[in-house]
């Protein structure tokens, strides 16, 4: 299984990664605030979005470079570890230098030229699946990338487009250990896109990491109803807080059976 390092931070190995933050970064004390927040909760890394995919044009679509900065003050007021989407090839080198991760989109997952530039980055990268992707496309993307050099590929679920209209998408859990299995790259589950509703984030969170994942991004936001993208799907900071404790325990737990599974395989081959 491959561990992927940043900075101090190991994914894919014992310890879960909590990704959490706005969907947008809207601007300097919106971003701060959640930073801090999650931070406190013991978030690992911040997630917020610059150059926003939207649907509609119409739509907010990022505060661009300035939201770039405001990223790199969170980061290095806080310590976490940030991820931010990049659409083009032309924002590759902006972005790089004001983000830890670049972020590729369930819409750009079939980008070859995008995947290919980044394959030849020495960067971090958080491939989401498309909402239209089989996993073998997902994986095929993911081998875009690996095959230019770059080996730091972190995948993320974050639900397909099916026939039902009760939630955004639906989480495809099966994937996870699946993508899993066959790519050895660590799996993120993101709850929030999957399901566009804030009411069942927990369950699917903790869904999740009993499926494998080894980490979850969650989009938060101090005021989801004023927030300028992906309102209904934003955890406030209470709920977050709940969240938070929920995901710890189940990581403690997750955590003990790791260790008496491989205790049972040394005791196993010892005997
Ligand atoms: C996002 O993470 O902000 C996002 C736009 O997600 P997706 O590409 O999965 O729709
Ligand atoms: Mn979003």
């Known amino acids: 299984m491959a561990e992927i390092?940043?900075?101090?931070?190991?994914?894919?190995?014992?310890?879960?990664?909590?990704?959490?933050g706005p969907c947008s970064i809207e601007g300097r004390d919106q971003l701060l605030e959640i930073a801090r927040e999650v931070k406190a909760q013991g978030a690992q890394m911040l997630r917020g979005g610059a150059y926003k995919p939207r649907?509609?044009?119409?739509?907010?679509?990022?505060?661009?470079?300035?939201?770039?900065?405001?990223?790199?003050?969170?980061?290095?007021e806080t310590g976490l570890i940030t991820?931010?989407?990049?659409?083009?090839?032309?924002?590759?080198?902006l972005i790089s230098k004001y983000a830890d991760v670049l972020q590729v989109g369930a819409r750009n997952m079939?980008?070859?030229?995008?995947?290919?530039?980044?394959?030849?980055?020495?960067?971090?990268?958080?491939?989401?699946?498309?909402?239209?992707a089989t996993i073998e496309e997902f994986l095929l993307a993911s081998e875009y990338i690996l095959k230019e050099g770059n080996r730091r590929v972190?995948?993320?679920?974050?639900?397909?487009?099916?026939?039902?209209?009760?939630?955004?998408?639906?989480?495809?859990?099966?994937?996870?250990?699946?993508?899993?299995?066959?790519?050895?790259?660590?799996?993120?589950?993101?709850p929030s896109h999957a399901t566009g509703r804030s009411d069942i984030i927990l369950p699917m969170t903790l869904a999740g990491l009993i499926a494998g994942a080894d980490g979850v991004m969650i989009e938060v936001h101090p005021n989801p109803k004023k927030a300028l993208s992906d309102g209904l799907q934003?955890?406030?900071?209470p709920h977050f807080r709940?969240?938070?404790?929920?995901?710890?325990?189940?990581?403690?737990?997750?955590?003990?059976?790791?260790?008496?599974?491989?205790?049972?395989i040394v005791r196993g081959a010892a005997s």
Request: with cysteine; glycine share 6%.
């Open 55 to 76: 649907t509609s044009p119409h739509s907010f679509q990022g505060l661009g470079p300035q939201g770039l900065f405001h990223l790199k003050e969170a980061a290095e």
């Open 83 to 93: 991820v931010t989407e990049v659409m083009e090839p032309e924002e590759l080198d």
């Open 110 to 132: 079939f980008n070859y030229p995008l995947l290919k530039r980044i394959g030849k980055m020495d960067k971090p990268v958080l491939l989401k699946r498309s909402f239209m």
């Open 154 to 190: 972190m995948l993320c679920e974050r639900g397909i487009r099916t026939f039902d209209t009760m939630t955004r998408n639906t989480l495809d859990l099966a994937s996870v250990p699946i993508l899993k299995k066959m790519s050895g790259l660590p799996v993120i589950v993101d």
């Open 234 to 237: 934003s955890l406030d900071l």
């Open 242 to 264: 709940e969240l938070i404790d929920e995901y710890n325990s189940l990581c403690k737990y997750l955590d003990n059976r790791e260790e008496h599974r491989a205790m049972n």
């Open 5 to 20: 390092k940043i900075g101090d931070l190991v994914i894919g190995g014992r310890q879960k990664v909590m990704i959490a």
